[in-house]
């Protein structure tokens, strides 16, 4: 599965942002779907993550009850609504995609190219 992250951008402490990832070549409902980030010299940490149906969804603490994920299957995308944003949000988020479950407990097997989010202060 291809998958192609967009709606990254450069925004306010306190604003909100709300990423894509569109997915292509397989069925995209037999994938669960998770959202990672990556911070400027720190390692990759896992942020979300969506069962196939959305019926389950996890979120690292850090991002809870600020970032809601959820999934269209008819257009087959995920999202990431970010609300509250913080400067220590800033960072390469990236989609990932595997049948394998939960997200945050593996490395998936697909990835996307990454979009930037920046946060000032």
């Known amino acids: 599965v291809q998958l192609q992250a967009s709606g990254g951008g450069a925004v306010q402490a306190g604003d909100s942002l709300r990423l894509s990832c569109a997915a292509s070549g397989r069925t995209f409902s037999g994938y669960h779907m998770g959202w990672f980030r990556q911070a400027p010299g720190k390692e990759r940490e896992f942020v979300s993550c969506i069962i196939w149906n959305g019926r389950i969804t996890y979120y690292a603490d850090s991002v809870k009850g600020r970032f809601t994920v959820s999934r269209d299957n008819a257009k087959n995308t995920v999202y990431l609504q970010m609300n509250s944003l913080k400067p220590e949000d800033t960072a390469v988020y990236y989609c990932?995609?595997?049948?394998?479950?939960?997200?945050?407990?593996?490395?998936?097997?697909?990835w996307g190219q990454g979009t930037q989010v920046t946060v000032s202060s």
């Open positions: 990932a995609a595997d049948k394998r479950w939960p997200l945050g407990s593996i490395n998936p097997d697909y």
